[in-house]
């Protein structure tokens, strides 16, 4: 999915930012054990989640098959796709 792979680098980015931010004095270790465990970093999960189901998402090949299948059949879902790739171009370019 192209408008996918489109904001996956700059969603990373604001992860990856975002990490940094918080990560403050903390060794790698101790804040990976704080993102698990501290509550007052649970905020930061629901994007991380995000994240990784984006990247699971684009590397499921079943997924990407079926959804160009779905796209050849089903113009409602080529109109949808075509917005999202349209929104995909303005906010990366």
Do not use: C
């Amino acid at each position: 999915m192209k408008p996918l792979e489109k904001l996956r680098n700059p969603l990373l980015d604001v992860h990856r930012a975002l990490l940094d931010s918080e990560r403050g004095n903390r060794s790698p270790g101790d804040f990976l054990q704080a993102l698990i465990n501290d509550p007052q970093l649970e905020w930061i999960k629901p994007l991380t989640t995000f994240v990784a189901s984006l990247d699971e998402l684009l590397a499921n090949e079943e997924f990407q098959e079926r959804y160009r299948e779905a796209l050849q059949r089903d113009p409602q879902l080529l109109i949808a796709h075509g917005r999202l790739q349209a929104l995909a171009a303005r906010l990366t370019a």
